[in-house]
């Protein structure tokens, strides 16, 4: 007679996305980049867009401006705006310049899903 496995009671469950990244609405949902967007966003990278969660200085945002998709960043102190994530040179000053149809925020950006097959994961991205 020998011991009891410590294995007998395991039973494989598969991985729930949505309560890994925590999406408890309906309202969170993916976006897949069709170009490159900077900071390692590019063709084909998952994002996951949370239109309920209050922006804040520093997240990165799904804009849709005059019709085009980008992921921005947002920038509140010193300067109000949106930053482009590709050319730093490159912001978008809040104001009167903009009309409801040419600047929609669709959402904060809380994860990004990489496609570990096309050579983008960094494994040792501090050194």
């Known amino acids: 007679m020998g011991f009891p496995s410590p294995a007998s009671d395991y039973v494989e469950s598969r991985?729930?996305?949505?309560?890994?990244?925590?999406?408890?609405g309906?309202?969170?949902?993916?976006?897949i980049a069709e170009r490159y967007h900077g900071k390692h966003?590019?063709?084909g990278t998952m994002l996951l867009i949370d239109p309920a969660i209050k922006p804040v200085d520093g997240n990165l945002l799904l804009a849709q401006i005059?019709?085009?998709?980008d992921v921005w960043r947002l920038v509140t102190?010193?300067?109000r705006g949106l930053?482009?994530?590709?050319?730093?040179?490159?912001?978008?000053?809040?104001?009167?310049s903009f009309t409801?149809?040419?600047?929609?925020?669709?959402?904060?950006?809380?994860h990004i899903i990489y496609d570990a097959r096309n050579d983008v994961f960094d494994?040792?991205?501090?050194i």
């Open 15 to 24: 991985i729930d996305l949505n309560k890994v990244c925590n999406c408890t």
């Open 26 to 31: 309906p309202a969170s949902r993916l976006y």
């Open 41 to 43: 966003i590019n063709s």
């Open 66 to 69: 005059n019709g085009e998709m």
């Open 77 to 79: 102190i010193l300067r």
């Open 83 to 96: 930053e482009s994530l590709a050319d730093k040179d490159v912001f978008i000053e809040f104001g009167d």
């Open 100 to 110: 409801d149809d040419e600047l929609v925020i669709e959402g904060v950006v809380t």
């Open 123 to 126: 494994d040792t991205p501090c």
